[in-house]
């Protein structure tokens, strides 16, 4: 190979741009939707219109919309809006369906601070289910409202809220591609590489820290890792032919990638510093697209060694894999649930290319997505929404959608194709 | 590896416009944007000069209009990586040429049309790639001569969504000492 491996391995800064110039506009929408959603009324937070930049409640619905177990209550027919527990007429609430009540308000702070509290209350039996008081500056108050949306998400599902996570994708818009790192709803989103050539598969390491992907700016595919706090770089894999396909283990410390040093697409492991890698599969057919399941035991991939492409599963140490699709002729892009006990793929129907869920150990997969064209699906870290990217009318666009494919949410680009999403795992640090 | 100095023109501009991006490591205007731009926008410009080194002769031959090295595409059946007979005078003249010229060196790019997985079509477009670069083997140009790599669906010759369209994407396209 070039002997350029150690410039490769130079970090080269990559500037974090900032929201306002480089942001894909996205808007929730509703897209289907089962009929036993909580019915929530979320009031306009006191002051935050006049305190904030952009208040927080839309913010707040629209992360609830976008789970997919929320119904919305109209509030703007009720004349009395409280913003304490003690100003709630529930009567009014109660004929007006909300089964939840979501109430708050905003106040300066020392140090130009704001002090944002706001509490969940349960129309029937008259008592707060969570609340909380966040005093932080006014810049970071989006941050807040996903933190709130978590809080109620948990108090009223009991499962951990995915709103504080981030998604990442590619924006493409004419021969130029943006690698994005988004909130969930679309909002503060960042480019952290533009390039003139195609990028595609970036993937999460599990801490959000670090992304790895796929770039052509060399003029073929190599592996890139990218510190996301920094915007330094290292390529992971630069060997001859094409490097692809990276896949984070959950410890942190292997890439799973795809070289073809050997003449096929094959699998191997690779540190995320570079380095020499270790050979996984050796079918001499195409092996391709590892995941690997979240207690790092097992990798699922895809491999055309029976013929058509497979999703087939092995030890993480390499070994007999075993086939898991057996219904139609094309499943690709295969990911694992949080909880390890299923997996999410695309098959090909016909012309159309439809997301599926199989639970392992089982033969039999169901349709989440009856779009015509859809690609690379990723679980979010809770395991209750997946992330997927829809082609329609020449334009593709991501969707969420609950599991069982009841319910689902596109999340609209108003300029560009977005490609090859991922959801990102919990972020604390954010 | 015994690499030309036309190789190591080509190279090394690359590696500068690398480096050029890296060296103002603290400036804030420093973006991939650069960096994938220069890398782009240098690497012709390097060849060009540095042709000039190489044999007159074999320069001719490789730029002649008329010559069957002017043909640089290879194109596939659908879901297929076999070579066409009619492509394979195609690749038997390069064959010869890079046998006979061995400080020249190609990049064989596959690609497929625009369906499924991005992944799986990088797969399939390198199989695409390694196909020629195999029937150049065997035809007796040595490895280091020669570098398959994909672009999968990502690079499409032709955007429509005709069959005609897909067609002009189920490629392999030679390129010299990167062109």
């Known amino acids: ?430 | 590896m015994n690499l030309k100095p036309l190789l190591i023109a080509t190279v090394t501009a690359t590696l500068l416009a690398a480096c050029s991006s890296t060296k103002p490591e603290t400036s804030a205007n420093l973006t991939g944007a650069n960096q994938a731009g220069s890398a782009t926008t240098t690497v012709p410009g390097a060849t060009t000069g540095s042709q000039n080194q190489a044999g007159a002769g074999a320069d001719a031959a490789l730029n002649d209009p008329n010559s069957p090295l002017a043909k640089r595409s290879v194109f596939f059946a659908f879901d297929s990586n076999v070579v066409k007979s009619e492509y394979k005078p195609t690749v038997a003249a390069h064959a010869e040429f890079l046998k006979a010229n061995a400080n020249h060196k190609v990049v064989i790019q596959g690609n497929t049309d625009a369906r499924g997985s991005r992944e799986y079509n990088l797969a399939l477009g390198q199989r695409r790639a390694e196909s020629v670069k195999q029937a150049m083997q065997v035809l007796g140009v040595p490895e280091q001569q020669l570098e398959a790599v994909s672009f999968g669906k990502e690079k499409p010759r032709a955007n429509g969504n005709s069959e005609a369209d897909y067609a002009q994407n189920r490629r392999d396209d030679i390129v010299y000492d990167g062109q």
């Not at chain 1, 909380?132 to 998400?153: K, L, N, W």
């Not at chain 1, 060694?305 to 030890?315: D, F, V």
């Open chain 1, 1 to 430: 190979m070039l002997s350029s491996k150690s410039l490769f391995r130079t970090a080269l800064v990559v500037l974090l741009l900032l929201a306002t110039g480089a942001r894909a506009e996205m808007t929730v929408e509703i897209v289907g939707g089962g009929a036993d959603r909580h019915a929530i009324a979320v009031l306009p937070f006191k002051d935050e219109t006049t305190r904030l930049h952009d208040a927080l409640t839309p913010v707040v619905k629209n992360d609830l919309n976008l789970s997919g177990v929320f119904r919305m209550i109209d509030t703007s027919g009720v004349a009395n809006l409280p913003f304490t527990p003690a100003g709630i007429h529930y009567g009014d609430w109660k004929s007006a369906g909300a089964q939840s009540l979501a109430i708050g308000s905003v106040s300066s702070a020392a140090g130009g601070k704001v002090t944002i509290s706001f509490s969940l209350m349960d129309v029937a039996q008259k008592k707060q289910l969570t609340g909380g008081s966040f005093t932080v500056p006014p810049e970071r108050s989006r941050q807040v409202a996903h933190t709130i949306a978590d809080m109620i998400f948990e108090a009223i599902t009991g499962q951990k809220g995915i709103f504080n996570t981030r998604i990442v994708y590619v924006l493409k818009r004419g021969s130029s591609y943006q690698l994005q790192v988004a909130d969930v709803d679309g909002g503060r989103a960042q480019t952290i590489l533009r390039s003139k050539e195609p990028i595609m598969s970036p993937s999460w390491s599990s801490d959000g820290r670090y992304l790895a992907y796929v770039s052509f700016e060399s003029r073929k595919p190599v592996v890139w890792v990218q510190d996301l706090a920094t915007g330094r770089r290292n390529a992971a894999a630069n060997f001859k032919g094409s490097n692809s396909a990276p896949s984070w283990s959950p410890d942190g410390r292997t890439l799973a990638v795809v070289l073809t040093t050997s003449g096929s697409s094959q699998i191997y492991l690779v540190s995320p510093n570079g380095g020499v890698p270790r050979r996984l599969t050796y079918s001499g057919a195409i092996d391709t697209e590892p995941s690997w399941s979240p207690d790092g035991s097992q990798i699922l991939f895809v491999s055309d060694r029976s013929g058509g492409p497979q999703i087939y599963r092995m030890a993480a140490s390499g070994g007999a894999a075993t086939r898991l699709t057996w219904q139609g002729s094309y499943n690709v892009s295969p990911r694992v649930s949080p909880d390890g006990k299923r997996f999410t793929f695309i098959q090909r129907q016909g012309g159309a290319f439809r997301v599926m869920m199989q639970d392992i150990g089982s033969a039999d997969a169901r349709v989440i997505s009856q779009d015509p064209y859809n690609e690379r699906p990723s679980f979010a870290p809770n395991g209750g929404m997946v992330l997927y990217a829809s082609l329609q009318g020449g334009r593709s666009v991501l969707y969420a959608a609950t599991p069982d494919g009841g319910s689902k949410v596109k999340l609209a680009v108003i300029d560009g194709e977005v490609q090859d999403p991922a959801w990102g795992p919990y972020n604390n640090s954010n």
